[in-house]
């Protein structure tokens, strides 16, 4: 008969062993990622014959480069790997698992502001851009090492449970149901992405139909600042390891930033004070070091269609961008002087050349619903030189509130509701048509 020293162990281990295989089971069902393109983008990942170019970040890459595209241009293979927020600890595993299956050549690496200014590892409390990426590293060691490292231990019992906070689990009916059906039809295991604003177009791209009017950027509520002085050393630290890990499997490493709108970086205010400390601390570590928000209009201009929100690009924007993306790293980076032949010094000196404008308008309501308060995003010194239409679209009805003013506090219509167009006008040339929700007691 077995004793109860070995009983009793026995017990407490089989209790474990089922616990995680029903975890398992739960998580299969209840996990909400059907329609996922991350799950897709990473399906199609594993399936590469080879990976010559890696595009590295969050969710700019995965709407930024088109890869098939680039793939022709470059006459290489190349793949995206950008999911929903990813970090630069996100990344550094990714590219660990990449290159334990892929002879990789290149790595694009995009450092964006808001992946850098990002809170320490320890200091992370909402965790699902983690989970995102640890669901789909299937190298034990890579995966291991990310969730060990990427928060504080306090969280590492959820981290290591197959169902936890933060891993798409949902107890929606109908979203349990979509799941199970997907299962039973098999489009489940098509890996599939569908959505009726954007397509997945393969390889780790995203393109979103929707773009913004020319003149069309607005905002209800006030940016703040780059907060430049809370990148972290493990942000650095990160970095740092993903250089040595590149060179140690002799892999080209290239450093970029996307392109943002200049509504998005103008609202910020401080842009500059990021690319002059990344800038710093890519060269100190001998790289170059190319910012496309910097860029000369004869390399690159977008638009404000080519943009589906203020920080990503639409599909017009991702094809415009990927002819410019595989022309500059193509040849032209490789020129003598290049950064100082295609990019302004600053953005302030960006700002300088581009000419006057009205990059966009922040409508925001009153704390008591009664007035609204516009504010143009602008590199105009003097704003006095803006005037406004501002309209109340309520009940299928467009009401006229100002008519070529100066003044930005207007009176909205009380006990209505509906859209706000404000028009805005520099030196009487129309520069703006915008529109956001209201709510008038």
Aim: charged fraction near 25%; include cysteine; glycine fraction near 8%.
């Amino acid at each position: 008969m077995m004793s109860v020293k070995v009983k009793i162990p026995l017990k407490i281990f089989l209790f474990f062993v089922f616990f995680f295989l029903l975890s398992v089971c739960a998580s299969f069902f209840f996990r909400d990622d059907s329609n996922s393109y991350a799950r897709a983008l990473f399906h199609e990942f594993y399936a590469q014959e080879r990976i010559d170019y890696l595009i590295c970040g969050a969710s700019h890459v995965s709407h930024g480069v088109e890869a098939n595209t680039a793939g022709v241009r470059f006459g290489k293979s190349v793949f995206n790997t950008g999911t929903p927020s990813q970090k630069i600890d996100g990344t550094y595993a990714i590219l660990r698992q990449a290159l334990k299956l892929y002879k990789i050549e290149k790595v694009f690496l995009e450092l964006d502001f808001a992946v850098a200014c990002a809170p320490a590892f320890s200091e992370r409390t909402g965790l699902t851009s983690e989970y995102i990426v640890s669901e789909n590293l299937r190298d034990f060691g890579v995966k291991y090492d990310f969730l060990l490292h990427c928060s504080a231990p306090s969280h590492y019992l959820n981290s290591f449970l197959p169902i936890g906070k933060d891993k798409l689990i949902t107890l929606n009916p109908k979203k349990i149901a979509r799941k199970l059906a997907s299962v039973a039809d098999g489009s489940y295991f098509e890996y599939s992405y569908h959505d009726d604003g954007s397509e997945y177009a393969g390889r780790g791209c995203v393109l979103d139909f929707e773009e913004i009017p020319d003149g069309g950027f607005s905002d209800y509520k006030l940016e703040s600042a780059i907060p430049v002085e809370r990148v972290s050393d493990d942000w650095k630290g990160t970095v740092e390891k993903i250089i040595s890990l590149c060179r140690e499997n002799g892999v080209e490493l290239i450093f970029y930033a996307m392109p943002n709108s200049d509504f998005y970086l103008n609202q910020k205010g401080n842009y500059d004070s990021y690319y002059g400390f990344c800038k710093n601390f890519i060269n100190e570590h001998g790289f170059a070091y190319y910012d496309f928000n910097l860029a000369k209009p004869e390399l690159l201009f977008l638009s404000d269609s080519d943009y589906h929100d203020d920080n990503h690009l639409s599909k017009k924007g991702v094809y415009k961008w990927t002819d410019v993306f595989c022309d500059f790293f193509s040849e032209k980076y490789k020129e003598e002087n290049v950064v100082e032949k295609y990019f302004y010094p600053s953005y302030a000196e960006k700002m300088k050349n581009v000419g006057e404008r009205v990059f966009g308008l922040y409508m925001i309501e009153s704390g008591d619903k009664k007035t609204l308060e516009i504010t143009p995003v602008t590199n105009i010194a003097d704003p006095g030189r803006i005037t406004y239409d501002v309209y109340a679209i309520s009940g299928g009805e467009e009401t006229v509130l100002a008519k070529d003013s100066g003044g930005t506090t207007v009176s909205l219509p009380l006990g209505k509701s509906g859209k706000i167009r404000v028009v805005s006008y520099l030196d009487g040339i129309k520069q703006n048509d915008c529109m956001e929700n209201f709510a008038a007691f």
